[in-house]
């Protein structure tokens, strides 16, 4: 079985975020994010914005002013990492 390129994984991670994938692509993914910095850190931010639109107190107005907060919440998180 070969692992998925990383265009692969950036075009189900939202899906894979949310447990919405197969097992046969949940392993691709996890094995491409286990050597990829780049789509590991994409992995984050897409949870991050997951974990505000299931939040109480987070009622977006729009999408991208949700995608504009969660990058800009995550940036200020991982600073100096």
């Known amino acids: 079985m070969t692992v998925f390129n990383c265009q ?3 075009d ?3 899906f894979y975020v949310d447990g919405e ?3 046969a692509e949940r392993y691709q993914v996890d094995e ?6 780049a789509c590991t850190q994409e992995y984050a931010v897409e949870t991050h914005i997951s974990t505000m639109i299931v ?14 907060r969660a990058l800009t919440q995550y940036r200020e998180q991982n600073r100096g990492i």
């Open 21 to 23: 994938i197969e097992q």
């Open 55 to 68: 939040s109480s107190d987070f009622n977006p107005i729009s999408t991208q002013e949700l995608v504009d």
């Open 8 to 10: 692969e994984v950036l």
């Open 12 to 14: 189900r991670v939202v």
């Open 32 to 37: 491409h994010l286990k050597g990829c910095k």
